[in-house]
Protein backbone atom coordinates (compact mmCIF):
# COMPACT_ATOMS: atom_id res chain seq x y z
CA UNK A 1 0.00 0.00 0.00
CA UNK A 2 0.92 3.45 -0.84
CA UNK A 3 2.13 5.35 2.53
CA UNK A 4 3.67 9.06 3.19
CA UNK A 5 5.47 10.34 5.96
CA UNK A 6 5.84 14.23 6.59
CA UNK A 7 6.68 16.06 10.17
CA UNK A 8 3.58 16.76 12.71
CA UNK A 9 4.26 20.81 12.47
CA UNK A 10 7.10 23.40 11.03
CA UNK A 11 6.97 26.60 11.58
CA UNK A 12 8.18 29.40 9.31
CA UNK A 13 8.27 33.46 9.37
CA UNK A 14 6.14 35.23 7.12
CA UNK A 15 8.44 36.47 3.82
CA UNK A 16 10.68 33.21 3.91
CA UNK A 17 11.21 30.32 2.28
CA UNK A 18 9.32 27.28 3.73
CA UNK A 19 10.39 23.61 3.04
CA UNK A 20 8.02 21.09 3.33
CA UNK A 21 8.91 17.45 2.67
CA UNK A 22 7.51 14.13 2.62
CA UNK A 23 8.41 10.49 2.40
CA UNK A 24 6.42 8.16 -0.13
CA UNK A 25 8.42 5.42 -0.21
CA UNK A 26 5.98 3.10 -1.65
CA UNK A 27 4.41 5.23 -4.27
CA UNK A 28 5.00 3.44 -7.47
CA UNK A 29 7.19 4.73 -10.34
CA UNK A 30 4.38 5.75 -12.69
CA UNK A 31 1.91 7.61 -10.09
CA UNK A 32 2.16 11.13 -9.53
CA UNK A 33 2.77 12.91 -5.95
CA UNK A 34 0.27 15.45 -5.58
CA UNK A 35 -0.06 17.95 -2.88
CA UNK A 36 -3.06 19.32 -1.24
CA UNK A 37 -3.50 22.08 1.64
CA UNK A 38 -6.14 22.50 3.82
CA UNK A 39 -7.19 25.97 5.05
CA UNK A 40 -9.24 26.69 8.57
CA UNK A 41 -12.56 24.96 8.18
CA UNK A 42 -12.34 24.34 4.33
CA UNK A 43 -11.75 21.15 2.39
CA UNK A 44 -8.34 20.66 1.00
CA UNK A 45 -7.46 22.26 -2.14
CA UNK A 46 -4.69 21.00 -4.91
CA UNK A 47 -1.50 22.55 -4.72
CA UNK A 48 0.61 20.91 -7.15
CA UNK A 49 1.78 16.99 -8.84
CA UNK A 50 4.70 16.16 -10.47
CA UNK A 51 6.42 12.61 -11.62
CA UNK A 52 9.82 12.71 -11.83
CA UNK A 53 11.25 16.81 -12.37
CA UNK A 54 10.64 20.01 -10.54
CA UNK A 55 7.85 21.37 -10.95
CA UNK A 56 6.74 24.73 -10.94
CA UNK A 57 3.25 26.51 -10.67
CA UNK A 58 1.64 30.33 -8.77
CA UNK A 59 1.15 28.30 -5.98
CA UNK A 60 4.42 26.61 -4.92
CA UNK A 61 7.37 24.36 -6.61
CA UNK A 62 7.76 20.30 -6.09
CA UNK A 63 11.01 18.99 -5.79
CA UNK A 64 11.20 15.19 -6.36
CA UNK A 65 14.35 13.14 -5.41
CA UNK A 66 15.91 11.03 -7.88
CA UNK A 67 14.52 7.96 -6.69
CA UNK A 68 10.88 9.35 -6.04
CA UNK A 69 11.28 8.00 -2.66
CA UNK A 70 10.92 11.73 -0.85
CA UNK A 71 9.79 15.30 -2.16
CA UNK A 72 9.63 18.75 -0.89
CA UNK A 73 6.89 21.44 -1.74
CA UNK A 74 8.63 24.92 -0.93
CA UNK A 75 6.24 27.88 -0.58
CA UNK A 76 9.41 30.53 -1.80
CA UNK A 77 7.71 33.35 0.35
CA UNK A 78 5.09 32.58 2.85
CA UNK A 79 2.43 34.60 4.02
CA UNK A 80 -0.26 34.45 6.71
CA UNK A 81 -2.42 33.54 3.97
CA UNK A 82 -0.12 29.88 3.20
CA UNK A 83 -0.80 28.69 7.23
CA UNK A 84 -2.87 25.35 6.59
CA UNK A 85 -2.15 21.94 7.09
CA UNK A 86 -0.04 20.20 3.81
CA UNK A 87 -0.93 16.60 2.71
CA UNK A 88 1.91 14.96 0.16
CA UNK A 89 -0.21 12.28 -1.49
CA UNK A 90 -0.05 9.60 -4.37
CA UNK A 91 -2.75 6.79 -5.92
CA UNK A 92 -2.57 3.48 -4.43
CA UNK A 93 -1.93 1.27 -7.19
CA UNK A 94 -4.00 1.51 -10.33
CA UNK A 95 -7.27 3.09 -8.74
CA UNK A 96 -8.04 6.31 -8.35
CA UNK A 97 -7.93 6.42 -4.67
CA UNK A 98 -5.55 8.75 -2.96
CA UNK A 99 -3.36 7.55 0.52
CA UNK A 100 -3.30 10.79 2.70
CA UNK A 101 -0.76 10.97 5.65
CA UNK A 102 -1.30 13.19 8.66
CA UNK A 103 0.05 16.19 6.91
CA UNK A 104 2.12 18.89 8.25
CA UNK A 105 0.60 21.81 9.91
CA UNK A 106 2.41 25.40 8.73
CA UNK A 107 2.57 28.04 11.40
CA UNK A 108 3.24 31.26 9.49
CA UNK A 109 4.30 33.84 11.97
CA UNK A 110 4.16 37.72 11.86
CA UNK B 1 -14.63 26.34 -11.59
CA UNK B 2 -14.98 22.87 -9.87
CA UNK B 3 -17.80 22.97 -6.90
CA UNK B 4 -18.98 19.87 -4.62
CA UNK B 5 -21.65 20.89 -2.79
CA UNK B 6 -22.15 19.16 0.45
CA UNK B 7 -25.65 19.54 2.01
CA UNK B 8 -24.88 20.46 5.62
CA UNK B 9 -21.79 22.29 7.21
CA UNK B 10 -23.07 21.35 10.69
CA UNK B 11 -25.19 18.42 11.55
CA UNK B 12 -26.57 17.06 15.33
CA UNK B 13 -28.25 13.41 15.39
CA UNK B 14 -28.89 10.92 18.30
CA UNK B 15 -27.43 7.89 18.53
CA UNK B 16 -29.42 5.18 16.65
CA UNK B 17 -30.35 7.23 14.10
CA UNK B 18 -30.12 6.85 10.41
CA UNK B 19 -27.77 9.61 9.07
CA UNK B 20 -27.80 10.67 5.13
CA UNK B 21 -25.14 12.93 4.42
CA UNK B 22 -26.00 14.21 0.68
CA UNK B 23 -22.70 15.61 -1.90
CA UNK B 24 -23.64 17.26 -5.33
CA UNK B 25 -20.17 17.80 -7.83
CA UNK B 26 -21.37 19.94 -11.52
CA UNK B 27 -18.27 18.88 -13.46
CA UNK B 28 -19.71 15.59 -14.64
CA UNK B 29 -17.03 13.81 -12.67
CA UNK B 30 -16.81 9.93 -12.77
CA UNK B 31 -15.41 9.64 -9.36
CA UNK B 32 -16.86 10.29 -6.26
CA UNK B 33 -15.37 10.06 -2.04
CA UNK B 34 -16.53 10.02 0.92
CA UNK B 35 -13.44 10.63 3.58
CA UNK B 36 -13.49 11.40 7.50
CA UNK B 37 -10.93 13.72 9.05
CA UNK B 38 -10.30 13.24 12.77
CA UNK B 39 -7.63 15.19 14.99
CA UNK B 40 -4.15 13.49 14.30
CA UNK B 41 -5.31 10.89 12.04
CA UNK B 42 -5.42 12.67 8.84
CA UNK B 43 -7.94 11.80 6.39
CA UNK B 44 -9.32 8.22 5.88
CA UNK B 45 -11.19 6.86 2.92
CA UNK B 46 -14.25 5.68 3.61
CA UNK B 47 -15.85 4.58 0.44
CA UNK B 48 -15.68 5.52 -2.99
CA UNK B 49 -17.46 5.27 -6.60
CA UNK B 50 -16.43 5.26 -10.50
CA UNK B 51 -19.45 4.99 -11.81
CA UNK B 52 -23.10 5.03 -11.26
CA UNK B 53 -24.16 2.50 -8.82
CA UNK B 54 -20.60 1.10 -8.52
CA UNK B 55 -18.88 1.77 -5.09
CA UNK B 56 -15.83 0.15 -3.46
CA UNK B 57 -14.94 -0.40 -0.05
CA UNK B 58 -12.31 2.28 1.15
CA UNK B 59 -9.93 2.15 4.34
CA UNK B 60 -13.00 2.12 6.90
CA UNK B 61 -16.20 1.14 5.90
CA UNK B 62 -17.94 -0.31 9.09
CA UNK B 63 -21.10 0.96 9.99
CA UNK B 64 -21.37 3.07 6.62
CA UNK B 65 -23.25 2.63 3.28
CA UNK B 66 -23.32 4.64 0.44
CA UNK B 67 -25.33 5.15 -2.68
CA UNK B 68 -24.83 6.60 -6.26
CA UNK B 69 -28.05 7.00 -8.16
CA UNK B 70 -27.05 9.83 -10.32
CA UNK B 71 -23.64 10.30 -11.44
CA UNK B 72 -23.47 13.96 -9.62
CA UNK B 73 -25.25 12.82 -6.04
CA UNK B 74 -23.06 10.64 -3.51
CA UNK B 75 -24.97 9.79 -0.21
CA UNK B 76 -23.14 8.62 2.51
CA UNK B 77 -25.26 6.99 4.90
CA UNK B 78 -24.80 5.94 8.59
CA UNK B 79 -27.17 2.91 9.19
CA UNK B 80 -27.51 3.73 13.08
CA UNK B 81 -25.22 6.59 14.21
CA UNK B 82 -22.62 5.85 17.18
CA UNK B 83 -21.04 8.44 19.03
CA UNK B 84 -17.63 7.38 17.72
CA UNK B 85 -18.73 8.51 14.33
CA UNK B 86 -18.61 12.24 15.36
CA UNK B 87 -16.35 13.52 13.11
CA UNK B 88 -15.72 15.92 9.82
CA UNK B 89 -16.79 14.04 6.74
CA UNK B 90 -15.54 15.52 3.81
CA UNK B 91 -16.76 14.74 0.24
CA UNK B 92 -14.52 15.13 -3.20
CA UNK B 93 -14.72 14.04 -6.90
CA UNK B 94 -12.44 13.51 -9.87
CA UNK B 95 -12.80 12.64 -13.64
CA UNK B 96 -11.12 9.95 -15.08
CA UNK B 97 -8.64 11.19 -17.84
CA UNK B 98 -5.23 10.58 -19.48
CA UNK B 99 -2.75 12.46 -17.33
CA UNK B 100 -3.32 13.81 -14.00
CA UNK B 101 -6.92 14.57 -12.56
CA UNK B 102 -7.06 15.94 -8.95
CA UNK B 103 -9.24 15.51 -6.31
CA UNK B 104 -11.90 18.89 -5.51
CA UNK B 105 -13.24 18.73 -2.06
CA UNK B 106 -16.14 20.19 -0.45
CA UNK B 107 -16.06 22.52 2.87
CA UNK B 108 -17.01 19.49 4.61
CA UNK B 109 -19.88 18.19 7.14
CA UNK B 110 -19.27 18.71 10.91
CA UNK B 111 -21.34 15.80 12.74
CA UNK B 112 -22.08 15.31 16.21
CA UNK B 113 -23.19 12.29 17.71
CA UNK B 114 -25.24 12.74 20.54
Known amino acids: DAKTTQPNSMESNEEEPVHLPCNHS???????IHWYRQLPSQGPEYVIH???SNVNNRMASLAIAEDRKSSTLILHRATLRDAAVYYC???????????FGKGTKLTVNP | DVKVTQSSRYLVKRTGEKVFLECVQD?????MFWYRQDPGLGLRLIYF???????EKGDIPEGYSVSREKKERFSLILESASTNQTSMYLC?????????????FGDGTRLSIL
Open chain 2, 92 to 104: ASSSTGTGFQPQH
Open chain 1, 26 to 32: TISGTDY
Open chain 1, 50 to 52: GLT
Open chain 1, 89 to 99: TGREGGSEKLV
Open chain 2, 27 to 31: MDHEN
Open chain 2, 49 to 55: SYDVKMK
